[in-house]
């Protein structure tokens, strides 16, 4: 699976929009960008992922750069429950079935 | 469907216990997983297994640790015997096989071994 790299972590006030980003210049042609979150106390939950195009949910939107090496997650109007730890994870749809989860990036919405 | 569900979701014991954590998957997933999570290693992935057959546990930490799912709706992640560095969240998830990548998790269970 190709590496990302994700900032340690970032705020963001209520009510306005959270960019999160991820940088993943090794990524190959058949590798998806997978967004998990992870809120204090429970299991990570998956969010969206995408192959090229971008793509939104009821959760977020998921903004892919051309040349793929890397991606924004937004949530469009961020509230306090969206505080949560955020991974990006770079997947080949039909490899061995192990996600590795890397460190995040810890957001912070501010009241 | 009710989720991914474990029991119990807290545990305390002594040290030298045996500790056993129990997790039902979602219904007709065929892949379930075991991680662990510490502030100092972060979430890591013990076992998982595909149509109730173990396929990777390199990441169990040693024989202490043991696995089992007898069927497709139930498994077991057994510490025998415990000691206070096994003190983590331990969660479970599965996945179907036309969704791979996109794992439902459990709400953990809490081990503190004292």
């Known amino acids: 699976d190709a590496k990302t790299t994700q900032p340690t972590s970032m705020d963001c006030a209520e009510g306005r929009a959270a960019n999160l980003p991820c940088n993943h210049s090794?990524?190959?042609?058949?590798?998806?960008v997978y967004w998990y979150r992870q809120i204090h106390s429970q299991g990570p939950q998956y969010i969206i992922h995408?192959?090229?195009n971008n793509e939104t949910n009821e959760m977020a939107s998921l903004i892919i750069t051309e040349d793929r090496k890397s991606s924004t997650l937004i949530l469009p109007h961020a509230t306090l429950r969206d505080t949560a730890v955020y991974y990006c994870?770079?997947?080949?749809?039909?490899?061995?079935?192990?996600?590795?989860f890397g460190k995040g990036t810890r957001l912070h919405i501010l009241p | 469907d009710a989720g991914v569900i474990q029991s119990p979701r807290h545990e305390v014991t002594e040290m030298g216990q045996e500790v056993t954590l129990r997790c039902k998957p979602i219904?007709?997933?065929?892949?379930l997983f075991w991680y662990r999570q510490t502030m100092m290693r972060g979430l890591e992935l013990l076992i998982y297994?595909?149509?109730?057959?173990?396929?990777?546990d390199s990441g169990m930490p040693e024989d202490r640790f043991s696995a089992k799912m007898p069927n497709a709706s139930f498994s077991t992640l057994k510490i025998q015997p415990s000691e206070p560095r096994d003190s983590a969240v331990y969660f479970c998830a599965s996945s179907s096989r036309v969704a791979k990548n996109i794992q439902y998790f459990g709400a953990g269970t809490r081990l503190s071994v004292l």
């Open positions: 219904s007709g997933h065929n892949s």
């Open positions: 297994f595909n149509n109730n057959v173990p396929i990777d």
């Open positions: 994870i770079v997947r080949v749809a039909e490899g061995d079935d192990k996600i590795i």
């Open positions: 995408g192959l090229k």
């Open positions: 090794t990524i190959s042609g058949n590798e998806y």
